[in-house]
């Protein structure tokens, strides 16, 4: 995928996050200022670019508000690596947890996998190319003698039948030179023949059940990443796994017999895996992760020491706002891609800070998070937009999923009225989770039609007030709520 990074003006960035958030302009600009500075600091000349770090930011507001939303909505409109993390997974080193230097590490990973993605994307013509000839091999052994596809490939696979086909050769070697020749010429004429009637029915789809051997080679020669102190168990486990992998099956090939349409996929990404140049996406995931990977970093409120006089658990909090630091601040972290400069990743933390509050967390930290923008909760019009305006509305979701049992429901402006009003009154009454409230009343205002969806006789449902009361009386009628709530 291109991203032209020109067309990403604050305007055009904000008009697209309105498409699936609802609300929380000044979160929304924000972040489209931030992402432009990203843009304009990449046409600079590099002393001066080199100098320009990134401005992070802080989200604060309740949960179910969009925190996360915007800064995943973000990262795909730019086409930039996203990782999110939550501060609580991680723990001060000498404590149970993930050492923090495995965030920069996940998002080069990321990074590898997306740029992979699109260079095999462009070379997917010849792989399906590569594919349809080894597929006919298997189809048709001895076919493509010119190209010795009787000895072993790059590829690796296993001819089904490779023993007739040496048969075959060994009883033309005892004709004379002369028969021999012309007995070759005349066969060679008749298999292309035969393989290009193959390639047709192959092309239609009429050899898709037809089993066929393939020989994959099993999981190449793994790599490792060099971790510094305080690695975590879980990074030791997954090194020593590999190590054995490598003893174990390094060099080894597993046959498998398999139909043609499954033949292919396997072939496929194993066309595809060969063709890209794993060093150049290596060195572009690395660029990629560097000048435009974004961290969304959540919960960051839990990590907050409350008072002054620490003890226990918020030495540990606040040592996971120590450890971060580094990173957030520039730091050199040892991945298996090579060594990653954190400097000019775009790190975007948010929390509820119901309990606590920014001014809780270390100075330092807080430096590091120069622009604040405070989102605000949800209400019942918000609501109700949320139900009606996105792309991604949760009306369109159940509507386009009961249409596969082919029910077909409307929703009435009174009843989109009536939820608005309840998820309001509810999130005002006990925790206010957000526009996640919504989610809890559909799925219990639905529950029967997609429950008997695919024996209902009257496929057209309409939802209004009526229903939508019927249905969720009990959170009305019923003062102990906590049943019906997530």
Not at 16 to 23: P, S, T, V
Not at 24 to 49: C, F, G, P, W, Y
Not at 302 to 308: G, L, R
Not at 331 to 359: C, M, Q, W
């Amino acid at each position: 995928m291109t991203i032209n990074l020109d067309e990403l003006t604050p305007p055009h960035i904000v008009a697209e996050l309105d498409k699936y958030i609802i609300g929380q302009a000044k979160a929304k600009k924000a972040v489209a200022v931030a992402l432009r500075n990203r843009t304009r600091r990449l046409k600079l000349s590099e002393d001066i670019r080199e100098e320009i770090a990134p401005k992070n930011i802080l989200m604060i507001g309740p949960t179910g508000v969009g925190k996360t939303e915007i800064a995943r909505r973000l990262a795909k409109l730019s086409g930039a690596p996203f990782l999110k993390v939550e501060a609580t997974k991680y723990t001060e080193v000498g404590y149970v947890g993930r050492d923090v230097e495995s965030m920069i590490r996940d998002l080069m990973a990321v990074g590898y996998s997306m740029v992979k993605s699109e260079m095999q994307e462009t070379l997917r013509a010849q792989a399906e190319k590569n594919t349809e000839e080894i597929l006919l091999d298997l189809l048709l052994p001895g076919s493509n003698k010119k190209k010795g596809r009787h000895k072993k490939t790059g590829q690796q696979l296993l001819i089904a039948n490779k023993a007739e086909a040496e048969a075959e050769e060994n009883a033309q070697a005892e004709e004379s030179p002369d028969t021999a020749e012309e007995n070759s010429l005349e066969n060679e004429g008749d298999m292309h023949e035969t393989r290009e009637k193959f390639r047709k029915m192959l092309q239609d789809g009429k050899f898709e059940d037809k089993m066929v051997e393939v020989s994959i080679p099993q999981s190449g020669m793994p790599s490792f990443e060099i971790f510094a102190g305080g690695s975590s168990m879980e990074d030791l486990e997954n090194t020593m796994s590999n190590i054995s992998s490598m003893l174990m099956g390094a060099g080894k090939h597993k046959r498998k017999t398999t139909s043609v349409k499954e033949a292919r996929e396997v072939i496929m990404d194993d066309q595809l895996d060969r063709l890209v140049d794993h060093d150049k996406i290596t060195a572009e995931a690395k660029e990629r992760v560097e000048q435009m990977g974004i961290i969304f970093i959540d919960e960051i409120d839990k990590v907050a020491s409350k008072n002054e006089r620490s003890s226990g658990v918020d030495v540990s909090r606040e040592g996971v706002q120590r450890d971060i630091l580094p990173i957030v601040e520039g730091s050199k972290v040892n991945t298996k891609f090579g060594v990653v400069d954190t400097r000019h990743i775009l790190f975007i933390a948010a929390g509820a800070f119901s309990i606590s509050k920014p001014s809780d967390l270390i100075p330092e930290f807080q430096g590091r998070f120069p622009l604040r923008v405070e989102l605000e909760s949800l209400h019942a019009e918000d609501f109700k937009r949320i139900l009606l305006e996105p792309k991604n509305a949760l009306t369109k979701q159940y509507k386009a999923l009961l249409e596969t049992e082919g029910v077909t429901v409307n929703f009435t402006d009174d009843a989109i009225d009536r939820m608005s009003n309840l998820a309001a009154e509810v999130n005002a009454s006990m925790e206010n989770i957000g526009a996640r409230r919504l989610h809890t009343i559909m799925e219990m205002l639905l529950e029967e039609i997609s429950f008997n969806a695919c024996e209902m006789t009257d496929k057209t449902v309409e939802i209004d007030r009526g229903y939508v009361d019927e249905r969720l009386k009990n959170i009305v009628q019923n003062q102990d709520l906590s049943r019906y709530i997530l």
